[in-house]
């Protein structure tokens, strides 16, 4: 098999930890046992988050685990105007539409919804600004009113082939999509200009990404991201959703929980054979 592609997209938020490691060298093996190629790329479209100091960091804890890649690495933050061409043709499709709730507004629609529709990160967007007239949308954007634009899930089904709304997973198996588990999403906001789910499937389509690998806590996203590729007219990639591993108290590890880093590991003067001990691979040549 030739011309495989992967990546491995980290955000420079915080220090790379042993859960970073795995998902990098299974990106890294997907592609050399293929005869592919392994592409980093530093997702940092959060400028309120991402720490600069923290991408070089990336660069070092990745090479200390035997990693190599194609340089220069892309950076989301440098490539803005590829997003915003997306949003423009999304816009054009008239599949967008500008949200003005707050998250109290979101949580207090909720509330009074007696059945709220729940998704894979709990209770969706109950459509409040969807059916705002064009007036209404025009006096609030006037008044500067903070705003993300969503997507009109309903909408933009209608203007897809829905029988051809699937991927396929690394094993060949046919998996159909089912966005309706995420409703309308952010799409962009005001402050940042595009939101994970448009920068991953432009950049995907632009690095000529074939096989995407991901933890399997991500899969959800996988179902909205078909959306968007069938709606820009981007290839649908490959996707591989990993299992997760886990601490000896069998807790996935993560920033949040401070987990110990690999840049900890590398300045104790821990061999890096230490790590693929602990996630059960090592980088394939």
Same mark, same amino acid.
């Given at each position: 098999?030739?011309?495989?592609?992967?990546?491995?997209?980290? $955000?420079?938020?915080?220090?790379?930890?042993?859960?970073?490691?795995?998902?990098?060298?299974?990106?890294?093996?997907?592609?050399?046992?293929?005869?592919?190629?392994?592409?980093?790329?530093?997702?940092?479209?959060?400028?309120?988050?991402?720490?600069?100091? !923290?991408? @070089?960091?990336?660069?070092?804890?990745?090479?200390?685990?035997?990693?190599?890649?194609?340089?220069?690495?892309?950076?989301? #933050?440098?490539?803005? $105007?590829?997003?915003?061409?997306? *949003?423009?043709?999304?816009?054009?499709?008239?599949?967008?539409?500008?949200?003005?709730?707050?998250?109290?507004?979101?949580? /207090?629609?909720?509330?009074?919804?007696?059945?709220?529709? =729940?998704?894979?990160?709990?209770?969706?967007?109950?459509?409040?600004?969807?059916?705002? $007239?064009?007036?209404?949308?025009?006096?609030?954007?006037?008044?500067?009113?903070?705003?993300?634009?969503? *997507?009109?899930?309903?909408?933009?089904?209608? *203007?897809?082939?829905?029988?051809?709304?699937?991927?396929?997973?690394?094993?060949?198996?046919?998996?159909?999509?089912?966005?309706?588990?995420?409703?309308? +999403?952010?799409?962009?906001?005001?402050?940042?200009?595009? #939101?994970?789910?448009?920068?991953?499937?432009?950049?995907?389509?632009?690095?000529?990404?074939?096989?995407?690998?991901? %933890?399997? /806590?991500? /899969?959800?996203?996988?179902?909205?991201?078909? +959306?968007?590729?069938?709606?820009?007219?981007?290839?649908?990639?490959?996707?591989?959703?990993?299992?997760?591993?886990?601490?000896?108290?069998?807790?996935?590890? $993560?920033?949040?929980?401070? #987990?110990?880093?690999? !840049?900890?590991?590398?300045?104790? %003067?821990?061999?890096?054979? =230490?790590?693929? @001990?602990?996630?059960?691979?090592?980088?394939?040549?």
């Amino acid at each position: 098999m030739t011309g495989v592609r992967t990546r491995f997209a980290p $955000s420079p938020t915080g220090l790379l930890h042993v859960g970073h490691a795995y998902a990098a060298i299974t990106a890294y093996n997907v592609a050399k046992q293929r005869g592919g190629e392994f592409i980093l790329r530093i997702e940092n479209i959060d400028h309120l988050r991402c720490d600069d100091e !923290a991408i @070089e960091q990336i660069y070092q804890d990745l090479s200390w685990l035997g990693l190599t890649w194609r340089e220069p690495v892309r950076v989301q #933050s440098e490539h803005m $105007s590829d997003y915003d061409q997306a *949003l423009q043709k999304l816009e054009a499709m008239d599949v967008l539409y500008p949200c003005f709730c707050s998250r109290k507004d979101i949580k /207090e629609e909720i509330a009074r919804a007696a059945h709220a529709p =729940h998704g894979p990160e709990g209770p969706l967007y109950p459509g409040t600004c969807r059916a705002l $007239s064009r007036e209404e949308k025009r006096r609030l954007l006037k008044q500067n009113v903070e705003y993300a634009m969503r *997507l009109d899930l309903e909408k933009s089904l209608s *203007l897809i082939n829905q029988d051809e709304l699937f991927w396929r997973d690394i094993h060949h198996n046919q998996i159909f999509a089912q966005p309706h588990q995420l409703g309308d +999403v952010v799409i962009a906001r005001k402050d940042i200009g595009t #939101s994970y789910h448009l920068s991953v499937v432009v950049d995907d389509a632009l690095q000529n990404i074939t096989h995407v690998t991901r %933890g399997e /806590e991500l /899969e959800f996203a996988t179902h909205i991201h078909c +959306v968007l590729q069938k709606l820009l007219g981007l290839p649908v990639p490959i996707y591989h959703h990993h299992q997760l591993i886990t601490d000896q108290d069998g807790q996935k590890f $993560s920033k949040r929980d401070q #987990s110990e880093t690999l !840049a900890s590991y590398r300045n104790r %003067g821990v061999c890096p054979h =230490h790590i693929y @001990e602990l996630i059960g691979l090592s980088p394939k040549n």
